[in-house]
């Protein structure tokens, strides 16, 4: 699969470089010192596999979540997942 024929939910091609990997890494490994769990809501199909190559290499592959689905499915799942009831910062977007 070439890079230009994977696109972002707004249509944009997608590129994800080794130097975006790192930061995620490192970015994943300071999110875990103060989470036990985290939901990554993806909004393409490639991005949960680009997140999950990103959880294994910063060792946090088992309590890290990629969801890929509609927003409101995924939200949801998020929330249980995470047992939360709600969170006015996540809203599902307007269509």
Excluded: W
Aim: glycine share 4%; hydrophobic share 40%; net charge negative.
């Amino acid at each position: 699969m070439d890079h230009r024929d994977v696109l972002a939910a707004d249509g944009e091609p997608v590129v994800y470089s080794p130097e975006v990997a790192e930061k995620a890494v490192l970015f994943q490994q300071k999110l875990l010192r103060s989470a036990n769990k985290i939901a990554v809501l993806c909004n393409f199909e490639f991005m949960v596999q680009n997140i999950k190559h990103v959880t294994l290499e910063s060792g946090i592959h088992d309590k890290s979540h990629q969801l890929f689905d509609k927003d409101r499915v995924m939200i949801q799942e998020a929330y249980e997942l995470l047992g939360i009831n709600g969170n006015d910062l996540i809203k599902e977007k307007k269509q």
